[in-house]
C-alpha cells in the first residue's frame, strides 16, 4: 500500500473517528425514545386568552400528565385540582378576574413539559405551575429499548453509533410540518401496547428490557432534571413565577406493577394469596423469614408493609412500602430516586417545589394515606382532588403567589372554597365518569399488569373492574377477565389443541357465569374457584 493511500485511510477512520466522539458526546440515547404521548392541544378556556393581567388578576397555568388532566374523570380537565382550584378562589373572590386552567394530557413525560411551558409563557401567567414524576420512565417502559447495554462492547458500539440521532432527528424535523413523526410514535406505540397482552403470561411480561437497570434510570433522571433547569431559564426570561410540584403516589395504597425479581415464585404467591383470602396468623413471621433469602422482593415488601401497617407500626410500614416502590421492576410511578432529583434541582434553583401527597398524608394514619383518596398508585379520587386544590390554595396564599385580595366571605375561608369546590363536582363532572372512576381505573391497571406479565396482582384489578364497569365495556373486560383466570390456572393448555368454537363456547359460558356471580354478590367467589383450577360446571354447582 502507498503511503497516499495510507494517509487517505488514515484521514477517513479518524475522520469517522472524530465525527462519532462528536456525536457520542452531543447526542444520549433518550433522544431517540419514542414517545407515549405528544403534548395536547392548548384547552379552549386558553384559546382565547390575550394581553397582559392586570395587577389584582391571577392567570395561573397549571402543566402536567394524567393527574392533572383529571383523569378518568370526564369532561376532560374538569375533575383536575387544578380547575377546582380556580373554583374555590372565585368563591372566595368573586369580584376579581380569576383563571387557573390545567393544560395537561395522560402520559407526559417532563421533556413534552417543557415543550408546553414555552407556549403557555406566551399567555403571560401570572404564575406557573408545573408538576412532575409520574411518567419519567414510562417512554422507556412501553419501547422496550435498552438505552445503556450492559455489555462494555455494546456499550461502546451505541455510543460510536450516535450519529443516526443525528439522522433521525433530521428527518423529525423535515416531517414536522407534515403531521410529525411523534404524533406517528405515539400512534404505532399506543396500538402496541395493549395488543401485546396477548402474547404474555403469568411471568413473561409483553415487553422487552424489563427490568429497568439502574444505568438507564439515571440516564433519565438526567433529562429530568435537564428539563427542569430550562423550565425554570423560560420563566426567568419571562419574569414569571414558577412552582414545582410532585406528583401523587399513594405509598402502601397499591401493589407493585412489575415482577419481581427472580420472576413467579410460588412461596411469595401463595403468602400473597392467603394475604388476601383473609389469613393473618403467623404471616409476619413467614414474610420476614422469606425476605431474607429474597430481600430484593418488591411485592413481599409491600406485603410486609400491609401487615405492619395493619399491626400499627406505621413508621417500619412506610420503610417497607418505600422498599417495595423502589424495588418494583416497573417504575410506571413516583419512586424515591426521581422525587429526591426533583427536590435537589428545585433546591439548586432556589425554585419552591410543594409535594402533593402532603395534605393526604396529614390526613392519614402513621404519615399513610388513606387509599380511598387515590383511585390507583398515582390517580386521585374526586375527594383526592378537592383535598389537594384546598391546599394549593393555601400553600399559593402564604408564599405570596396571589395578590394581596381582601376576603369578602364572612366565616371559614376553607369552609366557602370546600362548599364551591363539592357544588362544582356534583353539578360540573359528568355523574357517570364520577360513578365509574373506580371501575375505569381497575380496567386499565388490570390490563397494565397482565402487560408486564403480573398475573397474580392483574386478577383482582380485573374483578373490580367488572363489578363496576359500563354494559358497554363488560366483554372487553371479561375477555382480560377469562384470559388472566384460564391462564393462571393452566387452563390454557387444555383449551389450545381445541377448535376455536369450543373456545368461544367456553368463553360465553364463562361470561354469563361472571354476569350471574355479579348479581348475586359472589363474583370474587367464582374467580377464586377458577383460579384454583376448578371447572365452571363444578364452581356453578358449589
Not at 49 to 57: F, I, L, Q, S, W
Not at 91 to 109: F, G, M, Q, R
Not at 176 to 198: F, H, M, N, T, Y
Not at 526 to 538: D, H, N, T
Request: glycine share 8%; aromatic share 6%; charged share 25%.
Amino acid at each position: 500500500m502507498s503511503s497516499e493511500m495510507r494517509r487517505t485511510l488514515l484521514g477517513l477512520v479518524s475522520g469517522f473517528l472524530s465525527l462519532a466522539l462528536i456525536f457520542a458526546w452531543i447526542y444520549s440515547p433518550v433522544d431517540e425514545l419514542p414517545s407515549v404521548a405528544t403534548p395536547p392541544t392548548l384547552p379552549p378556556r386558553l384559546v382565547d386568552v390575550t394581553g397582559r393581567p392586570g395587577p389584582e388578576d391571577a392567570r395561573i397555568i397549571v402543566l402536567g400528565a394524567s393527574l392533572t388532566a383529571g383523569y378518568p374523570y370526564a369532561p376532560e380537565l374538569d375533575g383536575s385540582y387544578a380547575r377546582l382550584l380556580g373554583v374555590g378562589l372565585r368563591s372566595l373572590h368573586s369580584d376579581k378576574s380569576i383563571l387557573v386552567e390545567a393544560w395537561a394530557k395522560p402520559a407526559l413525560d417532563s421533556v413534552r413539559l417543557v415543550e408546553m411551558a414555552e407556549r403557555a409563557l406566551e399567555l403571560e401567567p401570572t404564575l406557573l405551575v408545573v408538576t412532575l414524576g409520574s411518567n419519567e420512565f414510562a417512554n422507556r417502559v412501553f419501547s422496550g429499548q435498552i438505552l445503556v447495554p450492559a455489555n462494555p462492547f455494546h456499550r461502546m458500539a451505541e455510543k460510536l453509533s450516535r450519529s443516526r440521532v443525528f439522522l433521525d432527528d433530521l428527518a423529525r424535523r423535515l416531517e414536522r410540518d407534515s403531521g410529525g413523526s411523534r404524533a406517528r410514535e405515539q400512534q404505532a406505540l399506543e396500538k402496541g401496547i395493549l395488543e401485546k397482552i396477548v402474547e404474555t403470561a403469568p411471568g413473561k411480561p409483553g415487553l422487552t428490557g424489563l427490568p429497568i437497570s439502574h444505568d438507564d434510570q439515571d440516564l433519565l433522571l438526567g433529562r429530568l432534571r435537564e428539563s427542569m433547569i430550562r423550565i425554570d431559564e423560560l420563566c426567568k426570561e419571562k419574569g414569571t413565577p414558577l412552582v414545582f410540584c410532585v406528583a401523587n403516589y399513594c405509598r402502601g395504597g397499591f401493589w407493585p406493577w412489575g415482577i419481581s425479581e427472580g420472576g413467579r415464585d410460588p412461596v411469595v404467591d401463595a403468602l400473597v394469596v392467603g394475604y388476601r383470602q383473609g389469613h393473618r396468623e403467623g404471616l409476619l413471621d413467614r414474610v420476614e423469614k422469606a425476605l431474607r433469602t429474597r430481600p430484593r422482593r418488591a411485592d413481599l415488601h409491600f406485603l410486609e408493609g400491609r401487615l405492619l401497617q395493619e399491626a400499627g407500626h406505621h413508621a417500619k410500614a412506610r420503610v417497607a412500602f418505600d422498599a417495595a416502590r423502589d424495588l418494583d421492576g416497573v417504575p410506571m410511578h413516583l419512586t424515591g430516586e426521581v422525587q429526591r432529583t426533583l427536590l435537589a434541582t428545585a433546591q439548586e434553583l432556589s425554585r419552591e417545589i410543594l409535594i402533593l401527597d402532603t395534605p393526604l398524608e396529614a390526613l392519614g394514619e402513621g404519615g399513610i394515606p388513606s387509599r380511598s383518596y387515590y383511585l390507583d398508585y398515582g390517580h386521585l379520587e374526586e375527594s383526592g382532588h378537592a383535598v389537594v386544590a384546598l391546599w394549593l390554595a393555601q400553600k399559593l396564599r402564604e408564599g405570596g403567589y396571589l395578590p394581596s385580595w381582601e376576603a369578602r366571605q364572612t366565616g371559614s375561608w376553607k369552609e366557602t372554597f370546600q362548599k364551591a369546590v363539592r357544588r362544582y363536582q356534583v353539578t360540573q363532572v359528568e355523574a357517570q365518569s364520577r360513578r365509574q372512576a373506580r371501575a375505569r381505573m381497575a380496567s386499565a391497571n388490570g390490563a397494565f399488569s397482565m402487560l408486564f406479565g403480573n398475573y397474580r396482582d392483574a386478577l383482582p384489578y380485573l374483578v373490580s373492574a367488572f363489578e363496576g364497569c359500563l354494559p358497554a365495556a363488560e366483554v372487553e373486560i371479561a375477555i382480560r377477565l377469562s384470559l388472566c383466570i384460564l391462564r393462571l390456572s393452566g387452563r390454557d393448555k387444555e383449551l389450545k389443541g381445541r377448535p376455536p368454537a369450543e373456545g368461544e363456547q367456553e368463553f360465553i359460558r364463562l361470561y354469563q357465569a361472571y354476569q350471574k356471580a355479579r348479581k348475586e354478590g359472589n363474583l370474587r367467589e367464582l374467580v377464586e374457584r377458577l383460579r384454583q383450577g376448578a371447572k365452571l360446571g363444578a364452581t356453578t354447582n358449589h
